[in-house]
């Protein structure tokens, strides 16, 4: 393993840095993040879907995952946000990489009264637990409720923490005991415009003390 020397460091204090930088920092560094494509419902029953790579679980005893939704640059909420805030609902949907051009479009400032989901001819099944579909396309669906809504910092980040009340996983990657990450091929999110997939896996087995 090779030793970095302070002299090899570019410092920065985390006070001093426009919002701008600190985000092309943490984007850059925290990575390979998961990718929630999310799909979510107003109440008058319009499907958004939209792809949010601030999110990961958060705890599994009841299972419970979380996800960084931040506001509109002119300060208003994102459609995911307020459908989520309006129904309580959402689905969590796992994208293979086959789905990265159509989870990547979704992304897109589209207007409020417009569906990704039509516009881009993503597929969608119904889901069991809550109001809002799952796209077919992916391999694994969580169906979540809202527990917490937890604003962040300046008030520009909310973290939705959210109970899974239901899991969806393909026979393709799911054996009955085991998810099978390679057949999963989920999309990672990396800083700027990048993304990966799997590569190479590591493995080991959890040590004992020494």
């Not at 920092?25 to 990718?35: E, N, Q």
Request: hydrophobic share 40%; aromatic share 6%; net charge negative.
């Amino acid at each position: 393993m090779k030793s970095f020397q302070p002299e090899d460091m570019t410092s920065f204090t985390a006070a001093d840095l426009d919002g701008s930088t600190a985000y092309k920092l943490v984007s850059g560094l925290v990575v390979p993040r998961p990718v929630a494509w999310i799909s979510s419902q107003n109440d008058a029953g319009l499907v958004n879907v939209a792809p949010f790579s601030s999110f990961n679980y958060v705890a599994h005893s009841p299972a419970m995952l979380a996800v960084n939704i931040a506001l509109q640059d002119d300060s208003t909420l994102k459609d995911t946000a307020r459908n989520i805030r309006e129904t309580g609902e959402f689905v969590v949907n796992i994208t293979p990489t086959s789905a990265l051009d159509t989870m990547n479009q979704s992304s897109a400032e589209y207007p409020s009264d417009v569906s990704e989901a039509q516009v881009l001819d993503i597929p969608l099944m119904p889901s069991t637990h809550v109001g809002p579909p799952r796209v077919a396309v992916s391999p694994a669906q969580m169906e979540c409720r809202l527990s917490q809504v937890v604003p962040l910092g300046t008030g520009i980040n909310t973290l939705y923490i959210a109970e899974i009340v239901a899991f969806h996983v393909s026979n393709a990657v799911y054996d009955g005991r085991h998810i099978d990450s390679v057949a999963l091929d989920p999309v990672a999110r990396l800083g700027g415009p990048f993304y990966a997939s799997l590569g190479e896996i590591h493995k080991r087995s959890r040590p004992k003390a020494v």
